[in-house]
């Protein structure tokens, strides 16, 4: 009877741990998380789809108008089309000793056939390229998510400032300084791209670390409550 209360304890406890570690649920992420103020960075929006049975056939992505970026360019996505929405800038920006007056404001992609459009239980990337990046601490690029029965999915809501995820959060792209004398150029951009396996890779290695780790502790105290059961000889 010990011995199951003991393991009933451990396993509850990993299952405790595993729940913290695994999202409540998905929404649509950039990809990476993060970039260097000043320089350039190639991201991917990440759209899964959380309906049963519509599929995701539109995607809008708004870039903040406090963080304005002088180069935006998308990668063509096979069965999609992007739009590209400009503004004016009443205050034009200085990017590499020239002004700037106009940037994009909007990326609306659209899926051409019912085959291209985000099914049920899947997800797709949108890659951009875009630079150079301004010097805040964060860009928060609020989107839209519109499925095949014209239902809308806003996903507007900044990040609370308790740390605490919101309803609907948009996705975040938290961007660092640069190192001291590091020059901005296409060229020295050293963000992750688009699929790079490294970041992931990483995630992945650590998950199963900490299962290991779990099991070894499971394993751990069986062993000691048989121990502790077994008569002494």
Known sequence: MKMTRRFGVVA???LGLLAVAVPASAHVTVNPKEAVQGGYA???FRVPNESDDTNTTKVEVYLPEDAPVASVTTMPVPGWTV???KRKLATPIEVHGSPVSEVVSTLTWTATSPDAAVKPGQFQEFPVSMGPLPK???MVFKTLQTYSDGAVVRW???PANDGAEPESPAPVLTLLPAAAGA???PA???TLAVGDTKSSGTDWFGVAGLIAGLLALILAGV???RTRKEPAR
């Open 12 to 14: 509850m406890t990993v």
């Open 42 to 44: 190639r991201v991917a």
């Open 83 to 85: 739009t590209v929405a």
């Open 136 to 138: 805040v601490d964060k």
């Open 156 to 158: 507007i809501d900044p």
């Open 183 to 185: 020059e901005a150029t």
């Open 188 to 190: 020295t951009d050293n």
């Open 223 to 225: 062993a000691l409550a």
